[in-house]
């Protein structure tokens, strides 16, 4: 049986199939005698100090990983699991009704989640889920079941989960777990994000996989194009053993290119830098031979907790990569939210259409004291002089230039504070939105650098919702307005004498890698692992050829004949495609 | 013996966030270390005052007025204390 889903890491693997916390935990309803109540209550209370010790180990493994902040969360769930309503409705029902204690739990565990989902506030809406969590723990431990956790996996095999959330994340096992594949999801969810950062194959938003797939079953796990084969026969494992091969041939010829530089034939030079979201991806972007961070994200911090991060908490992460990276620079990207979950303690409303909503730097000007928070530990963790600030979502002069206001106000206030800082660190605007693009020569004066979002440019730009499946096909990179946005950036940019990266989705697919040479794009910032294709793309053509390429392209009136242009072009240039096939199985995340 | 006395007082939440896990989690682990019984009450709803999903079902966001009660021999300390600890927002903002 084959399944299509979501391609969220590339990578093909065989192997047994690991399920992972299905919720088909039975709930006996028996009755029971007077006699054994005693019985029952010290069942109850057992299983209670079970799920307490599990907790806190996890706790505790979740701070030496993440930091205290990241484990707070657990001491509001272990006061769930102490609550005082909670045991005495489970005693009080246990005497009146004489029924198992699974029942009773499970039913008042139900009523006190009722209670929170129909609370009209989002944010203690959400703490259903927590009471739900530390219920099904509490329930595993009176039924007797393992609770198979990715920490807990002693096989080699391929997680099957209808979603993993972060804080089991931080368990994965390379050595363990091949592959995995998840109900729920999309390419830029916390799951897919942290799959591709640690390189295992993986595809998401399988829908009921879980449903599809028992314990034990082989899996094919096809990463490149979202496929998974459940018991596949032995002639498709076998030809799935070739692709695998083709695949592990591929990356081994890549990994020459790692320590080599990135230039043209014709002798023209290319920055190739990484983006990344935790600290630890610095280690992976090196390894690849990135020669810096184009795009740190720094949405990461304020997911999975209750609270806002500290200045503190900032300046530590900061201050990892920029000492890693070092002498390389550093852009980090501040932070780009929107009205979604990761806020919702801020009261943030749900918005009808937050892609246009209050997010990212219009967030951050309103919300001054958590922005402010935010540039004082970058400032900070300067110390090399290695940092770059990026502002996201800027779409008018008058943002760039009350965020640069901002941002003299901290530096004043850090000195004030007896900080020693360095005053003149570079600071950037992110192109992603077509009005701003339109304006790039007058915003040039008021920063060092631009960065170009193309996922963003894109979708604005065409009017295309990149979520919506139903118009897929008119996300067209190679549409000519696109083209001729992203042409006018670069110009302004050098006019102007700034520099100009492209951080989006469009800088690592390989086929528009010419043309952004021909227009003069000699910056780039893609996943670490995409790093190598696209060195052995550009050290096997010439500046010169890809700026006529640009010309002609230039003469045409429609994304799909230039994108007919651009394959052909490659496949003439570059005749092993690479990774090709596997970027167009698998879009990757957003910018 | 000591008196089993009831002390009442309205608090007002004047951290920015409300009552939400966090400081939910502070009231309670504070709450416990009393002897006294301890409500809570938002708009008619009473609860627990030593129980967190109580605290949190009351929904409280900033600038909720909540009257505590507590009954028991240590009930005036419980509710001083409860007071430092509206009074320190919860050791936010």
Not at chain 1, 138 to 155: A, Q, Y
Not at chain 1, 512 to 519: E, F, Q, V
Not at chain 1, 520 to 547: D, M
Request: aromatic share 6%; with cysteine.
């Amino acid at each position: 049986m084959s399944h299509k889903g979501i391609a969220a890491s590339p990578g093909i693997v065989i192997g047994r199939a690991l399920l992972l916390d299905r919720d088909d935990l039975t709930i006996p309803k028996h009755e029971i005698k007077e006699e054994d109540l005693p019985k029952e209550i010290a069942r109850f209370e057992d299983a209670l100090i079970k799920t307490r010790k599990e907790m806190i180990e996890m706790q505790t493994r979740i701070e030496d990983k993440m930091g205290t902040k990241h484990a707070e969360i657990f001491d509001a769930h272990l006061l769930v699991l102490e609550d005082r309503m909670l045991i005495e409705e489970v005693i009080r029902r246990l005497e009146k009704e004489k029924r198992c204690v699974e029942f009773v739990f499970y039913e008042s565990l139900q009523k006190f989640a009722k209670a929170f989902s129909s609370i009209e506030d989002e944010y203690l809406k959400e703490r259903a889920a927590d009471i739900q969590d530390v219920g099904r723990r509490v329930l595993r431990n009176l039924l007797g079941k393992h609770h198979e956790t990715l920490s807990s996996i002693e096989e080699k095999g391929i997680v099957i989960a209808y979603d993993l959330a972060p804080s089991e994340t931080v368990f994965i096992n390379k050595s363990f777990v091949l592959g995995f594949a998840t109900d729920i999801g999309s390419r830029t969810s916390h799951t897919a994000i942290i799959a591709r950062s640690l390189e295992i194959p993986a595809i998401v938003g399988l829908e009921d996989i879980t449903q599809r797939v028992e314990y034990g079953d082989t899996i094919i796990l096809d990463g490149i194009h979202g496929i998974i084969e459940i018991n596949p026969n032995e002639k498709l494992i076998a030809h799935y053993r070739e692709e695998i091969k083709k695949f592990e041939e591929i990356t081994r010829n890549l990994s020459v290119f790692q320590t080599l530089p990135a230039v043209t034939t014709d002798d023209h030079k290319l920055k190739l830098m990484a983006n990344i979201e935790l600290p630890s991806e610095s280690d992976s972007a090196l390894i690849h031979g990135a020669v810096g961070i184009g795009l740190y994200r720094t949405e990461f911090f304020y997911m999975n907790r209750t609270d806002l991060p500290t200045e503190q908490e900032h300046y530590e992460n900061y201050k990892i990569v920029a000492d890693k990276m070092y002498p390389h620079e550093v852009v980090v990207r501040t932070m780009d939210l929107g009205g979604d979950k990761f806020l919702s303690h801020l009261n943030v409303p749900n918005e009808l259409n937050p892609f246009m909503g209050w997010r990212a730097i219009r967030f951050s000007l309103e919300k001054k004291d958590i922005f402010k928070t935010q540039l004082r530990a970058i400032l900070r963790a300067n110390e090399h002089g290695n940092l770059k600030i990026l502002y996201p979502l800027i779409t008018n002069l008058e943002e760039l230039i009350q965020a640069n206001l901002v941002l003299e106000v901290v530096k004043k206030e850090l000195i004030a504070d007896g900080h020693t800082i360095n005053t003149d660190i570079g600071v950037g605007a992110m192109i992603e939105v077509p009005s701003a693009a339109l304006i790039t020569d007058l915003l040039a004066p008021h920063v060092d650098f631009f960065s170009i979002g193309t996922n963003d440019l894109i979708q604005y730009a065409l009017a295309v919702d990149r979520v919506n499946e139903h118009i897929a096909y008119l996300y067209d990179p190679a549409h000519p307005g696109v083209l001729r946005f992203i042409d006018k950036i670069i110009r302004d940019a050098k006019d102007a004498n700034i520099r100009v990266a492209m951080c989006g989705e469009m800088a690592s697919d390989p086929i528009y890698i010419p043309l952004l040479i021909g227009m003069g794009l000699e910056e780039f910032s893609v996943p670490s692992a995409f790093i190598s294709e696209i060195k052995k793309v550009s050290r096997s053509i010439s500046r010169t050829e890809c700026q006529k390429l640009w010309s002609q392209v230039q003469k045409i009136s429609t994304g799909k004949e230039i994108q007919k242009i651009l394959v052909e072009f490659l496949r003439l240039k570059v005749p092993e495609l690479l990774l090709y096939n596997s970027f167009h199985g698998g879009e990757l995340d957003s910018t | 013996m000591a008196a089993q006395k009831i002390v009442r007082k309205t608090l007002t939440i004047k951290n920015r966030l409300g009552l939400h896990a966090r400081p939910a989690a502070l009231l309670v682990q504070l709450t416990n270390t009393f002897a006294s019984e301890i409500t809570v009450e938002n708009n008619g709803q009473k609860v627990n005052g030593k129980s967190i999903m109580g605290l949190m079902m009351l929904a409280a966001a900033h600038n909720t007025k909540l009257i505590f009660e507590a009954c028991g021999k240590d009930s005036e300390n419980a509710i001083k204390k409860i007071k430092e600890l509206f009074d320190l927002k919860f050791h936010e903002d």
